[in-house]
């Protein structure tokens, strides 16, 4: 899927809105993809994207995550850590799926479906440029704004 333009799609989003990818053509898109609201790395990170937000406006690019959780579950996380940008709603798996995202994983001894932490950058013409897969939190936003430094 790197470097072919990614499937236009619609997902719920806080704020009352519904994302469209094709809104957003003439912008960098950064989709990050997490497993679960108001864990401690997913905190983390959404945390750390807040506080570099406005370095990513500068340059452009708007930030959403996505994960399975709910609209509801999404608000509430979102008014807790003051989020700038729209966490999107994928109760159907459909970004999931798009962007192949679900793995098998180990919690606790067993094996359950989740997200893999996951980063997508999709260029201003909808291409999808840059992925990250298996993401480890610390300084990841860090290496995010970087490439999205290098494309200006």
Known sequence: MLNQLVSDFKLPA?????????QYLGKNIILYFYPKDST??????????RDA??????????IFG???DSLKSHESFKAKFSFPFELLADTEELAC????VIKMKNMYGKQVRGIERSTFII????ML???WRGVKVENHVAEVLGFIKSLS
């Open 40 to 49: 401690p790395g997913c905190t983390t990170q959404g945390v750390q994207f």
């Open 14 to 22: 806080t704020s009352g809105i519904t994302f469209q990818l094709s």
């Open 129 to 131: 440029i840059k992925e």
């Open 66 to 68: 996505i994960s399975r």
């Open 53 to 62: 937000y406005g370095d990513f406006q500068a340059l452009n690019t708007e």
């Open 97 to 100: 799926n798009l962007f192949n």
């Open 123 to 126: 260029n201003k013409e909808g």
